[in-house]
């Protein structure tokens, strides 16, 4: 009897338990208001849908439908997880900032299997925070000032020099920001060896944004094979300079600053370096009337100097037009559609909760395209440029703690290329072709163009064999 009492009073406690949590929970979700939206199939949600949409040259329906249905901060489910997009300047600031606090870094598992664990993406706290200061400390003002920008201009100037008829500007374009990268990362020299790498690795950037389950994906597959021949190459390399390193050899680069970083004998470990030294090479990847522009405002720099003479920082600060093609550039085609987060906490957002462990998706090309932002917000115009902006309406290198490094260095190396582009060249496109947003923005075809070498343009000493 009295085994049955205690079982009837467990059991009516139980039930009672299960009331009052069921009351509660609704109650709980009565007083939170999640970000509306649809998450699609079971386990795939709307990732076909992205995919498909960012295939093509036009994507934009994939959000601008989203917008207009649930407003600017909806629920999807993409790549395996649901995911809370945010298309608000001020709310993407607002996340932005706030890294470490109330949201931190967070992207799909296949970025994270391809990149790797130790990479710059995924350090958070003091770590983050020095590794980050020692990546800026390789690409500020004054570091290029003084060291990278004559390595820039050689490395253009001798890419261009071998350029005649029909030739692939992507590709090209591709070719010598790798070969910068490597050279800055780990002083070699452009050669097989970094060609072959680059081919290799570009392979590992196709499968960026895969459901990451290799037996569902073949791209995905080979990335992942593509990143082991990677981390094999630059492993072999890194042996090589820790033995030289060890033996008192230093270079003035960023794996010598790796190897000198871990004082007191805590150093990174060959693995780690390599992760780090992958997520770095991430990092490193027009109307007639906006040629003819260019072209005045650079011919004045050549006109100023021998054919010969490399520029210098005087005369990158004397290309105001070309800061503002590029900031059409990021604007209209920024590589990076947007930025990945998690929240750390529950997080209020424009009249909604996003639950604590919720990926959040900062979407920077939403904004930038977004005609209250940017009048005429498709059409490409540079000279929109020669007006004041709102920074928050802008963020082609993301924006708080984890504002990208490279920022400065990446438009040097861009107004470098289009000097020796426009006073050397003039083209034509070989064929039609149509800019693609997926894994990455590029053109479909690569970007075919006919070049000719312009009148009275001397080949630069330098670069003579």
């Not at 994939?62 to 917008?67: A, K, L």
């Not at 709310?91 to 994270?112: D, H, K, V």
Request: hydrophobic fraction near 40%; include cysteine; glycine fraction near 6%.
């Amino acid at each position: 009897m009295d085994s049955f009492l205690s079982l009837l009073i467990a059991l009516s406690l139980s039930t009672i338990t299960f009331l009052l949590f069921r009351t509660t929970t609704a109650v709980s979700r009565r007083k939170v208001r999640l970000p509306p939206g649809n998450v699609g199939l079971p386990l795939i949600g709307e990732t076909l849908q992205l995919i498909s949409a960012y295939k093509t040259e036009n994507p934009e329906p994939f959000i601008d439908s989203r917008v207009a249905r649930y407003g600017s901060v909806f629920t999807t489910h993409v790549f395996g997880e649901r995911t809370v997009f945010c298309t608000d300047p001020e709310t993407n600031r607002f996340i932005l900032q706030n890294e470490g606090r109330l949201f931190e870094s967070s992207y799909p598992g296949s970025i994270f299997n391809l990149v790797g664990r130790h990479s710059l993406l995924f350090m958070r706290g003091p770590l983050h925070r020095r590794m980050h200061s020692l990546t800026m400390s390789f690409a500020n003002s004054t570091i290029i000032k003084d060291h990278l920008l004559v390595d820039i201009d050689r490395l253009v100037r001798l890419n261009l020099q071998s350029w005649t008829g029909r030739i692939l500007l992507l590709e090209e374009a591709k070719k010598i920001t790798f070969e910068l990268t490597l050279k800055q990362l780990l002083s070699i020299e452009p050669c097989e060896w970094t060609e072959n790498l680059r081919k290799i690795y570009m392979r590992v950037i196709e499968g960026f944004f895969c459901i990451p389950i290799p037996i569902f994906s073949l791209t995905y597959r080979r990335a992942l094979q593509a990143r082991r021949r990677v981390a094999e190459a630059l492993s072999l390399v890194v042996k090589e300079r820790r033995r030289e390193w060890e033996m008192g050899m230093k270079k003035n680069d960023m794996l010598t600053a790796l190897f000198d970083s871990g004082g007191g004998g805590i150093g990174f470990s060959d693995d780690e370096i390599v992760d780090f030294l992958v997520s770095l090479l991430v990092a490193g990847y027009d109307t007639t009337s906006t040629t003819m522009t260019l072209a005045e405002e650079h011919d004045e720099i050549r006109a100023k100097k021998a054919t010969s003479m490399a520029l210098e920082w005087e005369d990158y600060k004397s290309m105001p037009f070309t800061q503002c093609v590029i900031n059409e550039t990021l604007r209209v085609s920024n590589i990076i559609g947007g930025l990945f987060r998690r929240a750390m906490t529950d997080v209020d957002i424009k009249g909604y909760t996003i639950p604590r462990g919720s990926k959040v998706f900062t979407s920077l090309r939403a904004v930038h395209l977004d005609q209250d932002n940017f009048k005429d917000a498709r059409v490409f115009d540079p000279w929109r440029w020669q007006k004041t902006s709102d920074p928050t309406t802008f963020m082609p290198f993301g924006g708080g703690p984890r504002r990208c490094p490279g920022y400065e260095l990446a438009r040097v190396a861009l107004s470098v290329f289009l000097h020796h582009l426009v006073t050397r060249f003039s083209w034509e496109p070989a064929e039609e072709d149509k800019l693609v947003f997926f894994p990455t923005t590029r053109t479909q075809k690569r970007y075919p163009i006919i070049v000719r070498h312009r009148s009275n343009v001397a080949e630069p000493e330098q670069c003579r064999e």
